[in-house]
């Protein structure tokens, strides 16, 4: 009996250390990761972040050229004067009878009933 303790024992001490178990698993310093973004899509944010923060200065540089006859810098003003963000196009709703509406309308059920739990009709 002894013997087979003993066995159990050395079997459940192997199965704690085997390299399956969570504690190998190497633990993070608790900083998370963020996903990888695309270096373009990083470059355009940061711009977009620029212009938002320079966009005073930016329009009075735009204006005192377009004021000396740049014409790429009237089209730049015009441009930018036309173009406004667009609206959000508001959510379409569904047309037609919703799934309960469909099932409102089924005619009601005109036969026997079964007791519960038993497959046999009254």
Do not use: C, F, H
């Amino acid at each position: 009996m002894d013997a087979t303790k003993q066995k159990l024992k050395t079997v459940n001490a192997r199965s704690k250390t085997d390299s399956t178990t969570k504690d190998s698993v190497p633990k993070q310093d608790g900083r998370k990761r963020s996903a990888r973004q695309d270096g373009a899509e990083l470059l355009r944010q940061a711009v977009d972040r620029r212009v938002g923060e320079n966009s005073e200065q930016l329009a009075d540089v735009i204006a005192k050229k377009a004021m000396k006859g740049d014409l790429a810098a009237v089209k730049v003003m015009v441009g930018l004067a036309d173009s406004k963000k667009p609206v959000q196009e508001p959510v379409q709703k569904r047309r037609g009878l919703s799934q309960a509406q469909r099932l409102a309308e089924e005619p009601q059920w005109q036969g026997t009933r079964e007791k519960p739990g038993t497959g046999i009709s009254n």
